[in-house]
């Protein structure tokens, strides 16, 4: 099969596409012919080598992957079922997507959504789905359109474009916040009521600052999430899933004791299935598949050593998929 597969020894670190024997897939217990895959930051950072996110060596990355079940010693697949999988450390630990075929354990996968095709499915990806759960906490913590504005970091990106478009969907006022100028039309075809850029953010400000954020969906961390914090009004909630910016986060407790804000962080490697399958059930009923198109942008294998440097440089709008059969 072909695999983009990282090495790393006397030579160097590297990623490259090459023929993989099928007999070196890790162990699993079911096995998963890949339609596709796509390309996070976190894929980016292992395929360069500029974050340490893969544990093991040699390693296939992709976070996620899209296909369909081969061979299965599960009781819960068979064969010719359609299966999609987010996380559980596949790329990292487990060899994952950005191959011909993966072999995994069963519990790490969910049945495909009978609304999306595989390739929809990967369109949202990792970075849809954790957007979902961005949203789905906000409202399990009293935020509704009624309460005022929500605010989205890094909203150009996989999960400020569907943070958005969910939002939206769901009434509320979105303000997004981002670095390039040139895509605040995309944003605001997306829903955005208003684009910000990322500078109001980006730098360190007051411990506490002029209430404006009834929720926030942030995927950069570091000093936008710190000023985002500060600038969130009284009982509001900010949701944290991403570092884009950087893993520190230099704020005071201000906000959250005379403010009573709330911090939420979002997990999406290891959430609980059962939260993963309300997920993904309000992105079948609620995710408009016209605006799928709009964010998606459709890559090959080939390319995807190259589209990752692109990626951590901040000029890639919307999701990458990768169609491994190319």
């Known amino acids: 099969m072909r695999a983009l597969l990282i090495e790393k020894d006397d030579q160097g670190y590297r990623a490259a596409v090459q023929n993989v024997d099928e007999a070196n897939l890790p162990a699993g217990d079911v096995t998963v012919e890949v339609a596709y895959s796509t390309l996070n930051y976190k894929d980016a950072l292992a395929i360069t080598g500029k974050g340490p996110v893969v544990r093991q060596f040699p390693m296939v990355p992709g976070i996620d992957l899209a296909g369909r079940v081969t061979q299965s010693d599960s009781p819960d697949f068979k064969p010719g079922d359609e299966v999609i999988l987010n996380g559980f450390g596949v790329g990292e630990l487990?060899?994952?997507?950005?191959?011909?075929?993966a072999r995994v354990k069963s519990e790490w996968l969910i049945p495909l959504p009978k609304a999306f095709s595989a390739r929809q499915a990967m369109v949202i990806g990792t970075a849809g789905y954790t957007a979902m759960?961005?949203?789905?906490?906000?409202?399990q913590h009293g935020v509704t359109p009624e309460r005022?504005?929500?605010?989205?970091?890094g909203a150009a990106g996989g999960?400020?474009?569907?943070?958005i478009a969910l939002l939206a969907k769901r009434g509320f006022t979105v303000v997004a916040s981002s670095g390039r100028s040139e895509e605040a039309e995309?944003?605001?075809?997306?829903?955005a009521a208003e684009v910000l850029d990322r500078s109001i953010l980006s730098e360190p400000g007051k411990p506490l600052q002029k209430e404006r954020w009834a929720g926030v969906v942030d995927a950069v961390g570091s000093h936008t999430l710190a000023n985002a914090c500060a600038s969130t009004r009284y009982g509001g909630v900010v949701t944290a899933c991403g570092l884009a910016q950087g893993m520190d986060f230099s704020a005071t407790v201000a906000p959250f004791i005379l403010r009573g804000v709330t911090?939420?962080?979002?997990?999406?490697?290891?959430c609980p299935r059962e939260k993963r399958l309300q997920a993904w059930d309000l992105l079948a009923r609620e995710l408009d598949p016209k605006?799928?198109?709009?964010v998606a942008r459709e890559i090959s294998l080939e390319e995807a050593v190259a589209v990752s440097g692109e990626l951590l440089q901040g000029k890639v709008r919307g999701r990458i998929v990768v169609d491994v059969t190319r």
């Open 94 to 101: 487990h060899w994952g997507g950005l191959a011909g075929k």
């Open 133 to 139: 759960l961005c949203v789905m906490a906000l409202e």
């Open 148 to 153: 005022g504005e929500v605010l989205v970091t």
């Open 159 to 163: 999960v400020g474009s569907v943070a």
């Open 186 to 191: 995309y944003l605001r075809t997306l829903g």
């Open 263 to 270: 911090l939420a962080g979002i997990d999406s490697v290891y």
């Open 291 to 294: 605006l799928l198109e709009l």
